[in-house]
């Protein structure tokens, strides 16, 4: 049983470029969400997504955007990226988006 | 909004030892996970537990609801038990899960 799996994993990026992640959730899941970590720091929320729509969003710019398909894996789009977007990406899918998160290992982007 | 503190905020251990780990918060809570970020940041799933106690292994965590926080014990400590420890919770009517402050553990042998 596979687990959530993310790509790439490591990604390094100039000022003003965009950038795609990816996430496949967990068999059997329906529920994406994307956080954000910088060093140091914990897991931001960014947005949920569920039935292919964004249920829930945290605090963050619309330059920060994203899909889910109907296979329920997802993206994460970061456009007119800045040196401040530089951390860890981390995938969590769920079952109806409550009780338990499972994790994926993350997409490490460096923004110079 | 909700705030979600965690104590201590590093622990050094001897091998062995024993260690308690508390997450308070300032809301009630609908979810609430504790998760272990291993050193190259993977988020490792120790416990759903928005009440009462369970325990797997040498790991076992209490959370008391109606006063607020959560405990995570961990028994006879060993070197992979290094790393950050995150509560996490979601609160009535969202789905956004918040993360605590984390505990950062180190185990030394």
């Known amino acids: 049983d596979a687990g959530v799996t993310q790509s790439p994993t490591h990604l390094i990026k100039t000022r003003g470029q965009q950038v795609t992640l990816r996430c496949s959730p967990k068999s059997g899941h329906d529920t994406v969400s994307w956080y954000q970590q910088a060093l140091g720091q914990g897991p931001q929320f960014i947005f949920q997504?569920?039935?292919?729509?964004?249920?829930q969003r945290g605090n963050f710019p619309d330059r920060f955007s994203g899909h889910q398909f109907p296979n329920y894996s997802s993206e994460l789009n970061v456009n007119a990226l800045l040196l401040g977007d530089s951390a860890l990406y981390l995938c969590a899918s769920s079952l109806g988006g409550i009780d338990t998160q499972y994790f994926g290992p993350g997409t490490r982007l460096t923004v110079l | 909004g909700i705030q979600v503190e965690q104590s201590p905020p590093d622990l050094i251990l001897q091998e062995g030892a024993n260690s308690t780990l508390r997450c308070n918060f300032s809301?009630?809570?609908?979810?609430l996970q504790w998760f272990h970020q291993n050193p190259w940041g993977q988020l490792i799933n120790l416990f759903y537990i928005p009440s009462g106690t369970k325990q797997n292994g040498r790991l076992s965590a209490t959370t008391v609801a109606t006063e607020r926080y959560s405990l995570l014990y961990i028994s006879s400590s060993q070197t992979t038990d290094s790393g950050v420890y995150f509560c996490a919770l979601t609160t009535s009517g969202t789905y956004k899960y918040i993360f605590g402050t984390g505990t950062r553990l180190k185990v030394l042998a």
């Open positions: 809301d009630s809570v609908n979810n």
């Open positions: 997504y569920y039935e292919e729509e964004e249920r």
